[in-house]
């Protein structure tokens, strides 16, 4: 499961938290249903970052296998897969809030909805809490 | 300089984060900047993780070219060259403290020093902030 050059188990907060969640491509899937509320394969695969078929399946099951994800059949529809945050995925609200405040700041070219930016100024730390209440709300 | 698989100009934020400091490598560097006050290349050498010289080498460079750090003579020691976090390096701080407290969390093997968790959990702002002050006091 894990990938390149893993640190895993060094008890550097670093080394753990970028063997979860430091590829890019995990971090994206995180952010689509953190702040998107993205929840099935095809949401993810139709989101703005072009994600592969293989590459997505890939890191869904990383990120399960992780314990970040959890994986359900839709109770209204029987075929279909949800894919929810765990506490442990929705709790990377706060680090997910700043690193997108840090990239605004710094990438001329980073794109982030003027919704979002007025929520994290105004209070990053409610509105990290409002994500993690939403991800985690099973009746959503 | 950027290495595999990069998203570079997507407009995304994560994409452009996890490009200027998503190795895991180069967040441990900037870690021992901002967190113990590492300066030299002898220090980053002899840090926790074992570094090897050639990746150190490496990302300092890779580092300096992302401007997240800058490299200048030790005025005390013209032999001696010191490495100090830009201010773009040094406002990942709250990136940082974040990532501390959700490995701390999630990983039983995590150590983190108590002084730097009592700090994290009474003011974590405070706390970035004061890293962050600390790393760009030129007179220290």
């Keep these: 499961m894990p990938r390149e050059n893993k640190l895993r188990n060094t008890g550097c907060p670093i080394a753990f938290a970028l063997d979860t969640f430091g590829d890019r491509w995990s971090l994206v899937i995180i952010r689509d249903m953190l702040i998107k509320g993205f929840q099935t394969y095809g949401e993810f695969l139709e989101g703005d970052e ?12 990383e990120l399960e296998a992780l314990g970040i994800i959890s994986k359900q059949r839709d109770p209204d529809n029987g075929r279909r897969v949800l894919y ?51 991800a985690l709300d099973t009746d959503k």
Tied chains: 1, 2.
Aim: hydrophobic content about 35%; glycine content about 4%.
């Design 50 to 61: 072009n994600i592969s078929t293989n590459i997505l399946a890939d890191r869904l099951q």
């Design 84 to 134: 929810r945050l765990t506490e442990k995925g929705a709790d990377l609200a706060p680090i997910m809030l700043e690193i997108i405040c840090w990239s605004r700041k710094y990438d001329g070219n980073t794109k982030v909805q003027d919704r979002i930016v007025e929520r994290i100024e105004k209070d990053r730390h409610g509105f990290a809490a409002e994500l993690k209440k939403r």
